[in-house]
């Protein structure tokens, strides 16, 4: 499975950006869907995942009420709708794919895909 993020950008606070992470390959194993980010100098944090197995859906503190996932399977493409965006929202944001169900550690994901950036000024 390949995964390829896009779709982020420079955005001013407050507005909004949709992340697409399409996939390719053999995608019938696949479960959950993970959005994570990184910040410079900070960890990679888990914002956001969903499972297609049991609709389970999970978003960190921090995006919640602002963030929405969601997926097309018949597309093979996981979206992030980020809207009010802030200033701390600013990170490299990964997409990555998991067999098991959702999970926040980036170890119980299978594959990843190279991150897009995004940039909130204030």
């Known amino acids: 499975v390949q995964l390829q993020a896009s779709g982020g950008g420079l955005v001013q606070s407050g507005g909004s950006l949709r992340l697409s992470c399409v996939a390719s390959?053999?995608?019938?194993?696949?479960?959950?869907i993970g959005w994570f980010r990184q910040a410079p100098g900070k960890e990679r944090e888990a914002i956001s995942c969903i499972s297609n197995s049991d609709g389970t859906i999970y978003y960190a503190d921090s995006v919640k009420g602002r963030f929405t996932i969601s997926r097309d399977n018949a597309k093979k493409i996981g979206f992030l709708q980020m809207n009010s965006l802030k200033p701390e929202d600013t990170a490299v944001y990964y997409c990555a794919a998991g067999v098991r169900t959702v999970s926040t550690q980036d170890r119980d994901y299978d594959y990843w895909g190279r991150g897009t950036q995004v940039t909130v000024s204030s």
């Open positions: 390959g053999f995608t019938l194993d696949v479960d959950a």
